[in-house]
């Protein structure tokens, strides 16, 4: 299979640079019929940072001020296609100043000398796709003072890249390259003069992409939140294109904004960060509200899952919970293994999170965090609830295997708040026992209560599980029940080693208690987080145990401290991260 899957990808590579160079014979674009509205935020911290030489991509950082970005050696693929997809022209136009329109000019013509006659590594549809909605947002900043022939090679460039894409967007994987392929092929149609029959075709398949990407309850295969924000973004985008060029939009595509807004508000946290699962992060700063606002729909979810998230909101506490089976094989080379896992959010302060996404540290960070051990789970004797397979020789994807394929789940109400229940079958066959979970949280959202059990349910499981215990020594199986905490979370051990104490920026005071049956104690983590050189430390709370019967149950609880205000203002300013740390 491996074999089939690499000359696949040289086949793509082959018919990506052919396409490319035909699309060199295109005849120009002369001009913008329309432009549409720029739409995409930028940072501006991040736009001086360029400014200054320090190119920040794909979690590495290379320091050259005064040499052209084209000029860099660099490191990854990740790397390069970051550069490429002309991303970072949202941070320059952010700026907005004369030496950051200066930068954007001498980078994006140094892009056509160096790659415009379909060479390099920037001709695959979805980087095409994404750079071809930033050159179009951002026409009139890079295009103001230059001269006629530098306009007329920016306009060829635009053609050149549009009959690429009208060939190969077909040829994007499906999900999030697709959409951003066919995104930028409806943008260049509707704006380009020449260019306006490539439109209905891009804007047919993208609403078919819709009805086959987007399910029932708003979700993608991936089921990554990050991913779901980046697809409905793009889709928003094209909808307002189409509506300010007069154009009908579909009623599939109509339809999947719908779907997609009450999902991605049951995944928003109180602090309007993104919950972190299956190799998303929390959302680039701002786009989530802005999508959401643009989308102009204002339902949400009614009670039950969103792409297979559960919510418990109460007060000023959102607590998400990933409450069904990890993505099918074919989409789950970036899923985790964190089938019950939650994360915990106060106000505009995270407390309890999942480690997150290794992928822009390396393979083993990628690896280690899509591990059960790194979310907010329980993990036994060193097995993760899913497994990853063998990396695939051409492509180094590793897929979850053994997986937890049963995930019965109920919320409901509780007598003083709102309850979870849920449980999955990942260690049944190595183990025999089914994971439990059941979380309560109060109504005024100043306390929730945990329960984890490992269930020994029907005959053929007890066999399992006292074959292991037999090859224990009747010593017990080993688990961990873990809580990660965000690195601004000032923990201690409290009450004689009974407790710990979390204090949060805010001011809030959370106290972690349990029932005395495990060991309890205070270990180092990491926080995995896009956009930075390194993992930042943090502390995770771990109840060490050892199940010895065919029913271990677990009670612990996170609360607020009795003195902590039932409404804190939160004044203490964030800062931008320090990202070139």
């Given at each position: 299979?491996?074999?089939?899957?690499?000359?696949?990808?040289?086949?793509?590579?082959?018919?990506?640079?052919?396409?490319?160079?035909?699309?060199?014979?295109?005849?120009?674009?002369?001009?913008?019929?329309?432009?549409?509205?720029?739409?995409?935020?930028?940072?501006?911290?991040?736009?001086?940072?360029?400014?200054?030489?320090n190119?920040?991509?794909?979690?590495?950082?290379i320091?050259?001020?005064?040499?052209?970005?084209?000029?860099?050696?660099?490191?990854?693929?990740?790397?390069?296609?970051?550069?490429?997809g002309f991303?970072?022209?949202?941070?320059?136009?952010?700026?907005g100043?004369?030496?950051?329109?200066?930068?954007?000019?001498?980078?994006?013509?140094?892009?056509?000398?160096?790659?415009?006659?379909?060479?390099?590594?920037?001709?695959?549809?979805?980087?095409?796709?994404r750079?071809?909605?930033r050159?179009?947002?951002?026409?009139?900043?890079?295009?103001?003072?230059q001269?006629?022939?530098?306009?007329?090679?920016?306009?060829?460039s635009?053609a050149?890249?549009?009959?690429?894409?009208?060939k190969?967007?077909?040829?994007?994987?499906?999900?999030?390259?697709?959409?951003?392929?066919?995104?930028?092929?409806?943008?260049?149609?509707?704006?380009?003069?020449?260019?306006?029959?490539?439109?209905?075709p891009?804007?047919?398949?993208?609403a078919?992409?819709?009805?086959?990407?987007?399910?029932?309850?708003?979700?993608?295969?991936?089921?990554?939140?990050?991913?779901?924000?980046?697809?409905?973004?793009?889709?928003?985008?094209?909808?307002?294109?189409?509506?300010?060029?007069?154009?009908e939009?579909?009623?599939?595509?109509?339809?999947?904004?719908?779907?997609?807004?009450?999902?991605?508000?049951?995944?928003?946290?109180?602090?309007?960060?993104?919950?972190?699962?299956h190799?998303g992060?929390?959302?680039?700063?701002?786009?989530?509200?802005?999508?959401?606002?643009?989308?102009?729909?204002?339902?949400?979810?009614?009670?039950?899952?969103?792409?297979?998230y559960?919510?418990?909101?109460?007060?000023?506490?959102?607590?998400?919970?990933?409450?069904?089976?990890?993505?099918?094989?074919?989409?789950?080379?970036?899923?985790?293994?964190?089938?019950l896992?939650?994360?915990?959010?106060?106000?505009?302060?995270?407390?309890?999170?999942?480690?997150?996404?290794?992928?822009?540290?390396?393979?083993?960070?990628r690896?280690?965090?899509?591990?059960?051990?790194?979310?907010?789970?329980?993990?036994?004797?060193?097995?993760?609830?899913?497994?990853l397979?063998?990396?695939?020789?051409a492509?180094?994807?590793?897929?979850?295997?053994?997986?937890p394929?049963?995930?019965?789940?109920?919320?409901?109400?509780?007598?003083?708040g709102?309850?979870?229940?849920?449980?999955h079958?990942?260690?049944?066959?190595?183990?025999?026992?089914?994971?439990?979970?059941q979380?309560?949280?109060?109504?005024?959202?100043?306390?929730?209560?945990?329960?984890?059990?490992?269930l020994?349910?029907?005959?053929?499981?007890k066999?399992?599980?006292?074959?292991?215990?037999?090859?224990?020594?009747?010593?017990?199986?080993?688990?961990?029940i873990?809580?990660?905490?965000?690195?601004?979370?000032?923990?201690?051990i409290?009450?004689?080693?009974?407790?710990?104490?979390?204090?949060?920026?805010?001011?809030?005071?959370?106290?972690?208690?349990?029932?005395?049956?495990?060991?309890?104690?205070?270990?180092?983590?990491?926080?995995?987080?896009?956009?930075?050189?390194?993992?930042?430390a943090?502390?995770q709370?771990?109840?060490?145990?050892?199940?010895?019967?065919?029913?271990t149950?677990?009670?612990?609880?996170?609360?607020?401290?009795q003195?902590?205000?039932?409404?804190?203002r939160?004044?203490?300013?964030d800062?931008?991260?320090?990202?070139?740390?």
């Open positions: 299979m491996s074999t089939r899957y690499g000359f696949s990808e040289r086949k793509a590579r082959f018919l990506n640079r052919w396409h490319a160079a035909r699309a060199t014979r295109a005849k120009a674009a002369t001009a913008f019929v329309s432009a549409p509205e720029p739409r995409t935020i930028g940072s501006f911290a991040k736009g001086r940072q360029l400014v200054a030489g190119y920040l991509f794909a979690g590495a950082l320091e050259a001020p005064d040499t052209p970005i084209w000029d860099v050696a660099m490191p990854d693929r990740a790397f390069e296609d970051a550069v490429h991303a970072w022209m949202d941070d320059l136009a952010a700026v100043d004369v030496s950051t329109r200066t930068l954007g000019q001498t980078w994006l013509w140094g892009w056509i000398d160096r790659y415009g006659r379909g060479r390099g590594p920037g001709w695959t549809p979805d980087l095409t796709g750079r071809l909605i050159w179009i947002n951002h026409a009139l900043f890079v295009l103001r003072g001269d006629a022939d530098l306009a007329e090679a920016f306009y060829r635009l050149q890249q549009t009959e690429f894409l009208s190969r967007w077909h040829a994007a994987p499906p999900g999030l390259s697709r959409f951003e392929a066919l995104t930028g092929l409806i943008y260049a149609g509707l704006s380009l003069e020449g260019k306006e029959a490539l439109a209905p891009a804007v047919t398949a993208l078919r992409e819709c009805r086959d990407q987007i399910d029932e309850q708003g979700g993608l295969p991936t089921r990554n939140p990050e991913e779901l924000l980046e697809v409905f973004t793009l889709l928003t985008w094209a909808a307002a294109a189409l509506t300010a060029a007069e154009r939009v579909p009623q599939a595509h109509l339809a999947a904004i719908e779907r997609i807004a009450p999902t991605l508000r049951t995944l928003r946290h109180s602090d309007g960060s993104l919950a972190r699962f190799g992060g929390r959302g680039q700063e701002g786009w989530l509200d802005h999508a959401l606002a643009a989308s102009g729909i204002r339902t949400r979810q009614p009670d039950g899952l969103s792409m297979g559960a919510r418990l909101s109460a007060g000023r506490t959102s607590v998400i919970i990933d409450a069904a089976t990890p993505p099918a094989p074919e989409a789950s080379h970036n899923a985790h293994a964190s089938t896992a939650f994360e915990l959010t106060s106000g505009r302060r995270p407390l309890v999170v999942n480690c997150g996404s290794g992928i822009s540290f390396g393979a083993d960070w690896r280690a965090g899509r591990a059960t051990p790194s979310h907010s789970a329980l993990s036994l004797d060193g097995y993760s609830s899913a497994r397979g063998d990396a695939d020789r492509t180094a994807r590793e897929i979850l295997i053994d997986a394929d049963h995930v019965p789940i109920e919320v409901s109400h509780a007598p003083d709102l309850r979870f229940q849920g449980g079958n990942g260690y049944v066959q190595t183990h025999g026992v089914t994971h439990a979970r979380l309560e949280l109060t109504f005024d959202g100043r306390g929730m209560a945990g329960e984890d059990m490992l020994a349910l029907e005959d053929n499981e066999r399992v599980f006292d074959k292991v215990m037999d090859a224990k020594k009747l010593g017990g199986v080993p688990f961990d873990r809580f990660h905490l965000h690195p601004e979370v000032d923990a201690a409290d009450m004689g080693g009974a407790a710990v104490s979390m204090a949060l920026k805010s001011g809030e005071i959370w106290v972690f208690r349990h029932d005395g049956t495990q060991n309890l104690s205070l270990e180092p983590s990491v926080f995995l987080e896009k956009g930075r050189l390194k993992p930042r943090a502390l709370i771990v109840l060490t145990g050892r199940a010895m019967d065919y029913a149950r677990v009670r612990w609880s996170l609360s607020k401290a003195e902590t205000a039932m409404g804190i939160d004044l203490n300013r800062e931008p991260g320090e990202i070139y740390e």
